[in-house]
């Protein structure tokens, strides 16, 4: 979802239109940015605010997965 921009799962996601409950889209965002901080021992702001949301969450999603 991340690499591709697809309105409609774009707005259900972060409007609640229906299909996910309203702000579906920044909860999902807020425990990838959670699980990608948890991989770091020092916290950087100005390196975390210029990684890349591909990292982010690429990292996380490995965290939630249990591979790291």
Known sequence: VIDRIDEKL???LFFGTG????????????Y???A?????????WKKIFKTSPF????????VLCGTI
Do not use: C, F, H, R
């Not at 990608?36 to 950087?44: A, D, S």
């Open 55 to 62: 990292e982010i969450g690429n990292v996380s999603k490995m």
């Open 10 to 12: 774009y707005k259900d």
């Open 36 to 44: 990608y901080l948890e991989t770091k021992k020092e916290k950087n």
């Open 19 to 30: 299909k996910y409950p309203l702000w579906a889209g920044y909860a999902i965002g807020y």
């Open 32 to 34: 990838m940015v959670e």
